[in-house]
């Protein structure tokens, strides 16, 4: 075992954080969550999961999560999870896939009048319910058309929404809807979002860019939406389950690893979406220039539409064979790997249809107590990781690889050592309870009692 490894090892399997105390649950509450959730590959589905069990801890007996059916996952192309590998919820929370309503003659409509028609089931049972939607485009429009048939019914129960805005609802929708001079598209999903009773996104930078986009639109044409935006949206970070990452013990790391035919401190690590803007193209070109390549591998883990050129890519280098593709990685293998690589690089970089609005991977690899982390300051990313990062420039290979050496082979195991318990301390604001709690006192006051 080399030293660094041994320090890993030795690291605090896990930080002290607070107690989440559980209040007596109380029967007339529900909590009802719209998203892309498992087995889609994204943070913010792991995001629906942590908030959904936190609830539980906090006076929400029931908590659904409604989303979309298993073949409209597929066909949409979106990254996926193996089936068999997703974690179960907790007693208490229901996965929903309503069944899409109508026939072919319904194209895409059909998914999103099952979904509605849910949830107009839901909030007009007699429970006072807090529903939330993460992506506006379109849950959050899901939840606005069946909360208006719901209450067009006289019998809708008390309801509290929220909406969390992420990136790719201005990148992907607001901006482009702008760009193509279409004013009724780019105004649905922003007073949309607005009408909601609170409104957050999953960063400032997030912020700041809705900011811009609806000020765009009132420079066109006449509206007054950018003010409105500037006094209602917050900020809320994406909630992460800190103790799934710090309360590893070392003998399961090492026997995950074994598995892969991988030892702690003997790879780089990547961890995402295979995407174009995840920048992994940049990553196999500059570890193939880095002298760490002699000692350490590369693993990318993943899935996503560059897989097919990634895998190409690679095998084209004179050290295809050691570069190692995992596509099959779950949740639960997921925080040894952190744990145990030499350095993890997330090297994001601003695309016209994606920009890093957070990066949760790089927040979990601190909490993880893994290898230094080395990404690029693209959009959100400086709030996910603060000053426990090696920025670099993006689409800049070079610079990977001189960051490579230097993190990995320039700093002593000790050094590392406390770099690492450093980040893992700082990273703990993001944990699920505190994100969560921050989040629902910004509620009406009935609607959080």
Request: charged share 20%; with cysteine; hydrophobic share 45%.
């Amino acid at each position: 075992m080399s030293d660094l490894a041994h320090h890993i090892e030795r690291l605090e399997p896990g930080l002290p954080l607070p107690e989440s105390a559980a209040p007596t649950p109380d029967p007339s509450r529900r909590l009802v969550i719209v998203v892309r959730a498992d087995p889609v590959i994204c943070g913010h589905s792991g995001e629906a999961r942590n908030l959904a069990e936190v609830a539980l801890t906090r006076g929400f007996d029931d908590v659904r999560i409604v989303t979309w059916t298993i073949p409209a996952i597929e066909a949409a192309g979106l990254p996926m999870k193996p089936l068999d590998a997703v974690l179960p919820y907790s007693p208490g929370i229901t996965v929903e896939r309503p069944e899409p309503v109508g026939n072919y003659k319904v194209p895409d409509g059909r998914h999103l009048a099952g979904m509605t028609g849910r949830l107009v089931e839901l909030f007009t049972e007699d429970v006072p319910t807090t529903a939330m939607s993460l992506y506006l485009t379109p849950h959050a429009t899901v939840v606005a058309d069946a909360a208006r048939v719901a209450q067009a019914t006289g019998l809708r129960a008390p309801l509290t929404t929220i909406a969390e805005a992420v990136g790719s609802d201005v990148t992907n929708v607001v901006n482009t809807a702008v760009a193509e001079g279409r004013f009724g598209a780019a105004a649905q999903v922003l007073t949309t979002y607005l009408d909601n009773d609170v409104c957050v996104a999953v960063s400032a930078y997030t912020r700041d860019i809705i900011i811009h986009a609806a000020q765009q639109i009132d420079d066109r044409w006449g509206t007054a939406l950018a003010p409105r935006c500037a006094e209602l949206v917050a900020v809320s970070y994406p909630a992460i389950d800190a103790r799934a990452f710090t309360d590893l013990a070392p003998a399961e790391t090492a026997a995950r690893l074994a598995e892969r035919g991988l030892e702690a401190d003997g790879y780089v690590l990547f961890l995402s979406r295979l995407s174009k803007a995840k920048g992994v193209d940049d990553l196999i070109n500059g570890y193939v220039m880095s002298a760490t390549s002699d000692t350490r591998a590369l693993v990318i883990c993943g899935n996503g539409p560059e897989a097919g050129s990634l895998h190409a890519l690679a095998a084209s280098t004179p050290l295809a064979d050691r570069i190692h593709f995992l596509h099959d990685v779950d949740d639960a293998e997921k925080p040894h790997l952190m744990a145990g690589c030499a350095a993890y690089v997330l090297p994001s970089k601003p695309r016209p249809e994606f920009t890093e609005t957070f990066g949760i991977a790089l927040a979990e690899n601190l909490l993880a107590g893994g290898g230094p982390v080395i990404t690029c300051a693209t959009g959100g990313i400086p709030e996910a990781v603060g000053p426990h990062a090696r920025l670099v420039p993006p689409a800049h290979p070079k610079g990977i690889a001189e960051a490579l050496d230097d993190e990995v082979l320039g700093r002593s195991p000790a050094e590392r050592h406390a770099a690492a318990a450093a980040a893992q301390q700082w990273a703990t604001r993001f944990d699920r309870t505190n994100v969560f709690d921050a989040l629902f006192a910004r509620l009406p006051r009935a609607a959080a009692a």
